[in-house]
């Protein structure tokens, strides 16, 4: 198992940035592909980013596409997540998650370990 813990979140003004970090528990973090979620009320949590073991190929939202990017570190056991040009509807408590090794589909349903949040908050 994989223990997650995400930090980084806040509060910033539309435009701004902000660089989300995952740290994993355990020795083998680069066995387990890593995905970000968000969630805002009222909504359903939803796929935002993902990335496979090695870090060689990576998967976007339409939403985030070409604002925000995933990366992995494994040496640090560590996924971060940096989010440029936000928006007010990027507000979200955004989620850390884990499957090991590959990516089978990018919903929910796809990732076995979650983190427990944090927020982001998007002023206009």
């Known amino acids: 198992q994989v223990q997650l813990v995400e930090s980084g979140g806040g509060l910033v003004q539309a435009g701004g940035s902000l660089r989300l970090s995952c740290a994993a528990s355990?020795?083998?973090?680069?066995?387990?592909?890593m995905g970000w979620f968000r969630q805002a009320p009222g909504k359903e949590r939803e796929f935002v980013a993902a990335i496979s073991l090695s870090g060689g190929t990576t998967y976007y939202a339409d939403s985030v596409k070409g604002r925000f990017t995933i990366s992995r570190d494994n040496a640090k056991n560590t996924v971060y997540l940096q989010m440029n040009s936000l928006k007010p509807e990027d507000t979200a408590v955004y989620y850390c998650?884990?499957?090991?090794?590959?990516?089978?589909?990018?919903?929910?349903?796809?990732?076995?370990?979650w983190g427990q949040g944090t927020q982001v908050t998007v002023s206009s």
């Open positions: 998650a884990a499957r090991w090794r590959s990516i089978v589909e990018l919903t929910t349903q796809g990732f076995d370990f």
């Open positions: 355990g020795r083998t973090f680069s066995s387990y592909a």
